[in-house]
Nanobody, 125 residues
Framework: QVQLVMSGGGLVQAGGSLRLSCAGS????????MGWFRQAPGKERSFVAA????????YYRDSMKDRFTISRDTAKNTVYLQMNSLKLEDTAVYYC??????????????????WGQGTQVTVSS
């Protein structure tokens, strides 16, 4: 069983930055697409970014591309989401996920097989 352990959430002022981490336990991410999603209160879970593990090719939701960066550390079997210039509307529970197949463009929830528990990101004014 793939287990995803998340960290890095918290409270940050608008304009600030956070880096979320998602560490894999049980097996390597090799052969997977790693994705980040978020869910604001009362909203559907939506795609943020994804990265292929082998080549490190990334793909972003258009509204996130200029402010968020997804990356991975193969030695640590960890995927990161660097979030800069945070806005109030970025407040949400953020999830990492692993999908079978090392593919660049995976934006659907159904494309992912394993999910982290989520970490709260709250942006304040």
């Amino acid at each position: 069983q793939v287990q995803l352990v998340m960290s890095g959430g918290g409270l940050v002022q608008a304009g600030g930055s956070l880096r979320l981490s998602c560490a894999g336990s049980g097996r390597t991410f090799s052969g997977y697409t790693m994705g980040w999603f978020r869910q604001a209160p009362g909203k559907e879970r939506s795609f943020v970014a994804a990265i292929t593990w082998s080549a490190g090719l990334s793909y972003y939701r258009d509204s996130m591309k200029d402010r968020f960066t997804i990356s991975r550390d193969t030695a640590k079997n960890t995927v990161y989401l660097q979030m800069n210039s945070l806005k109030l509307e970025d407040t949400a529970v953020y999830y990492c996920a692993a999908g079978l197949g090392d593919l660049q463009r995976r934006v659907r929830i159904d494309d992912y097989n394993y999910w982290g528990q989520g970490t709260q990101v709250t942006v304040s004014s």
